[in-house]
């Protein structure tokens, strides 16, 4: 491996590296698992993420930032965003990429493939890729399941695409207490709430129950950001803590920035309600300060202050 290979390798959640220039087979467990590898990778800010997913883009707004991936629905539909599970086409999306930038290829959905187009034209498709990749910047995943090909075929499609294994962090174990309450956090707390959007089109703030420090994880956390994202708000103050090792930072972190979305809230929620006492461009510029997270105190001070 080369020095230039080494700096550019795509780090896993196992601690297994993804060389670049490189074509990989990982084991599909759920679409939580791997787009949550996806949006870690997209949030990096290392390069570009080009994702084709059997999940249409309403559906991936629930696991990953949208804005932050450049994402195709593998569809038999035509709309936008949409792309045929026909091997030339996407080959030609791949290719259009692998010639300019750097980042992450991550097909899902081989099996539907290899059912639209046979297992010899779709391993073609495999080796023509792993060929066009070498000495790219770029890294080609492809999640799949096992058990849907023969083991023969199953072979020689490792052959040309090594099988890795995409952990997830290491989380730090928990009694069943804590388990307890972390579960009913994601079943109760993070449940993805439908988004009421504006007049101006852009999507009412909800206040979200606080996470408890009883049960707090990086996934928790991820998902946490993920619904903030989804209301239009800046919370890049936190994402450092994605990648804190001591939980007690991590959650100091989370709690500022828990407290500034509070307080953003409730200003939102007046300016709304007051809205006819307002000029247009003050609503504009007091929203858009909303939504950075910036100069909340004062705007506090101006609408709750005598």
């Known amino acids: 491996m080369n020095d230039e290979l080494v700096i550019r390798a795509v780090k ?11 074509i990989y087979t990982c084991e599909f467990v759920t679409d939580e698992e791997t787009l949550a590898w996806v949006d870690r990778k997209s949030q990096s800010k290392n390069g570009h993420v080009l994702l084709f997913s059997r999940l249409p883009h ?36 791949i290719l259009a990429h692998l010639s300019n930038h750097n980042g992450v290829v991550v097909l899902e959905g081989l099996e539907w493939l290899v059912t639209q187009n046979g297992e010899d034209n779709t ?16 890294t080609i995943l492809i999640p799949i399941r096992t058990l849907a090909f023969n083991p023969q075929w199953l072979a020689r499609l490792r052959r040309e695409a090594p099988s890795i294994e995409l952990s997830s962090p290491p989380e730090a174990s928990t009694d ?3 388990q307890n309450d972390r579960h009913e956090v994601k079943n109760e707390v993070l449940g993805l709430t439908p988004l ?10 909800v206040q979200l129950t606080r996470l408890p420090y009883n049960g707090f994880t990086n996934s928790l956390l991820r998902k946490r950001i993920l619904q903030w994202r ?20 991590s959650y100091a972190l989370y709690a500022v920035v828990e407290e500034k979305v509070r307080q953003a809230v409730e200003i939102d929620r007046y300016i709304t309600a007051n809205s006819g006492m307002l000029t247009a461009s003050e609503e504009t510029s007091a929203r858009f300060r909303i939504r950075q997270l910036t100069g909340l105190e004062e705007l506090a001070k101006i609408y709750f202050v005598d």
Not at 62 to 87: K, Q
Not at 123 to 130: E, N, P
Request: proline share 3%; net charge negative.
């Open 58 to 93: 309403r559906r991936l707004l629930e696991h990953l930032d949208i804005n932050s991936v450049e994402a195709y629905w593998l569809s038999e539909r035509i709309t936008d965003g949409a792309v045929r599970p026909d091997l030339d086409e996407i080959s030609k999306l």
């Open 176 to 178: 069943l207490t804590e």
């Open 196 to 205: 009421t959007i504006l007049d101006d089109g852009s999507p009412q703030l």
């Open 123 to 138: 391993l073609g498709f495999i080796r023509m890729l792993r060929e066009s990749v070498h000495r790219k910047q770029w």
């Open 230 to 249: 989804r209301m239009g708000l800046d919370v890049s103050e936190v994402e450092p803590a994605l990648n804190a090792t001591d939980i007690e930072q």
């Open 12 to 22: 896993c959640g196992g601690g297994e590296v993804l060389e670049i220039g490189k």
